[in-house]
């Protein structure tokens, strides 16, 4: 069975440029999650989408922003990066979002 | 927010031993779980414990909800359970969505 992918593995961004993450969930989970981990520290929740519809949002600015597509994938958008973004970001697919969480591989992010 | 506590922050373990890993939360909630991270960043899923105990080969966990706390109990140690341990609680916000607050982790470090 695939488990949740992410796209792509590692970047590598300059502070002031647009980033887009992608996560694919599991076969029939239709939640999906997004989170940043910083080194040393556990991982942050940003979004969750749920059927296509944001359900909630994390205390990030609005510089973030995702959305979610009628085939349950999403994007994780951030735009105007700073230094401070960098990070591995982690997204997790649930059947019904309030379930046991899966979580991806992780896209580690580093900006310059 | 939720508080969640993790303890002990480091733990180093001889080949063999067991050990007990303690997370405590701050308010009810409605989902537990532990994950195992490993050096390349993949939250594995070691349990989903709400309430009561679960046993998975040499590991076992206990959620004692009334109580807010959760212990993961490592029988005879292998090198290959080194790593971070992250408890992560599920739970709803003031604005309505569901999201895990993650502690800080403990790093084990398993020596032969």
């Known amino acids: 069975d695939a488990g949740v992918t992410q796209s792509p593995t590692h970047l590598i961004k300059t502070r002031g440029q647009h980033v887009t993450l992608r996560c694919s969930p599991i076969s029939g989970h239709k939640s999906v999650s997004w989170y940043q981990q910083v080194l040393g520290q556990g991982p942050q929740f940003i979004f969750q989408y749920y059927e296509k519809e944001e359900r909630g949002r994390g205390n990030f600015p609005d510089r973030f922003s995702a959305r979610q597509f009628p085939n349950y994938s999403s994007e994780l958008n951030v735009n105007a990066l700073l230094l401070g973004d960098s990070a591995l970001y982690l997204c997790?697919?649930?059947?019904?979002?309030?379930?046991?969480?899966?979580f991806g591989p992780g896209t580690r992010l580093t900006v310059t | 927010g939720i508080q969640v506590e993790q303890s002990p922050p480091d733990l180093i373990l001889q080949e063999g031993a067991n050990s007990t890993l303690r997370c405590n939360f701050s308010?009810?909630?409605?989902?537990l779980q532990w994950f195992h991270q490993n050096p390349w960043g993949q939250l594995i899923n070691l349990f989903y414990i709400p309430s009561g105990t679960k046993q998975n080969g040499r590991l076992s966990a206990t959620t004692v909800a009334t109580e807010r706390y959760s212990l993961l109990y490592i029988s005879s140690s292998q090198t290959t359970d080194s790593g971070v341990y992250f408890c992560?609680?599920?739970?709803?916000?003031?604005?309505?969505?569901?999201?895990?607050?993650f502690g800080k982790g403990t790093k084990l470090s398993v020596i032969p």
């Open positions: 997790a697919s649930s059947f019904t979002g309030s379930d046991e969480q899966y």
């Open positions: 308010d009810s909630v409605n989902n």
């Open positions: 992560a609680v599920g739970a709803y916000s003031g604005a309505g969505s569901y999201q895990l607050t």
